[in-house]
């Protein structure tokens, strides 16, 4: 006997209209969508995630229970939220002069495959790059290179993560050379430009 189909928008969701939502894209308890938002195919939204006017969220992506995504932040395909993370969009906030948004609010851009962890909080204006790997409770205030493994506060580069989400066995986040990744045999070198993966000949 086969399960319940469960409905793509809960119940006690918002969509407002305007939003755009991708093909199988779930959105689940007390979340909201606001008009403008772009949201691609086959997302995850879970318990009391609200995404901003104007946001842009990629195919695939997956935002856990209790994240807020506010506007001029964008998240690309494959892109992991824990719970609870945080974004921002205005450094300087004061309540009393607020912050024009076409003027005020600064980008943010996760790019694809990104994961952040639990709790992190995210300082507007800044470049996560592809495939990076965002400690839990880390506070991220410049831009991160592609596949770097970073935490602490101020986050900072402690490592280098594998496309499947594994520590690439670099000795230091410093070492120079090629490294493959245990789990999966993907091939890696780093240079003073950053890790980049090598294809096969």
Same mark, same amino acid.
């Given at each position: %006997?086969?399960?319940?189909?469960?409905?793509?928008?809960?119940? /006690?969701?918002?969509?407002?209209?305007?939003? #755009?939502? &991708?093909? &199988? /894209?779930?959105?689940?308890?007390?979340?909201? #969508? %606001?008009?403008?938002?772009?949201?691609?195919?086959? +997302?995850?939204? @879970?318990?009391? =995630?609200? =995404? &901003?006017?104007?946001?842009?969220? @990629?195919?695939?992506?997956?935002?856990?229970?209790?994240?807020?995504?506010?506007?001029? #932040?964008?998240?690309?395909?494959?892109?992991? +939220? @824990?719970?609870?993370?945080?974004?921002?969009?205005?450094?300087?906030?004061?309540?009393?002069?607020?912050?024009?948004?076409?003027? @005020?609010?600064?980008? /943010?851009?996760?790019?694809?495959?990104?994961?952040? *962890?639990?709790?992190?909080?995210?300082?507007?204006?800044?470049?996560? *790059?592809?495939?990076?790997?965002?400690? !839990? *409770?880390?506070?991220?205030?410049?831009? =991160?290179?592609?596949?770097?493994?970073?935490?602490?506060?101020?986050?900072?580069?402690? &490592?280098? %993560?594998?496309? +499947?989400?594994?520590?690439?066995?670099?000795?230091?986040?410093?070492? %120079?050379?090629?490294?493959? +990744?245990?789990?999966?045999?993907?091939?890696?070198?780093? !240079?003073?430009?950053?890790?980049?993966?090598?294809?096969?000949?």
């Amino acid at each position: %006997m086969g399960g319940a189909v469960k409905p793509p928008v809960h119940p /006690t969701a918002v969509v407002d209209d305007g939003a #755009v939502i &991708g093909t &199988g /894209t779930q959105i689940w308890h007390f979340s909201h #969508v %606001m008009a403008g938002a772009v949201l691609g195919e086959n +997302c995850r939204l @879970g318990q009391n =995630v609200f =995404v &901003g006017r104007d946001v842009k969220i @990629g195919n695939r992506v997956k935002i856990q229970n209790n994240v807020s995504v506010y506007e001029n #932040v964008t998240l690309e395909d494959d892109v992991f +939220c @824990g719970p609870s993370a945080v974004f921002t969009n205005v450094r300087e906030p004061r309540s009393a002069f607020p912050k024009n948004p076409a003027t @005020g609010f600064l980008p /943010t851009r996760v790019a694809r495959g990104a994961t952040i *962890g639990a709790n992190a909080t995210i300082v507007c204006g800044v470049t996560i *790059g592809t495939q990076s790997f965002i400690g !839990a *409770g880390s506070v991220v205030t410049k831009d =991160v290179p592609p596949y770097a493994l970073v935490y602490g506060n101020p986050a900072r580069v402690r &490592g280098w %993560m594998c496309a +499947c989400g594994q520590r690439l066995p670099f000795p230091t986040a410093q070492s %120079m050379g090629q490294a493959a +990744c245990a789990a999966c045999g993907r091939v890696y070198e780093l !240079a003073e430009t950053g890790l980049r993966e090598l294809q096969d000949a």
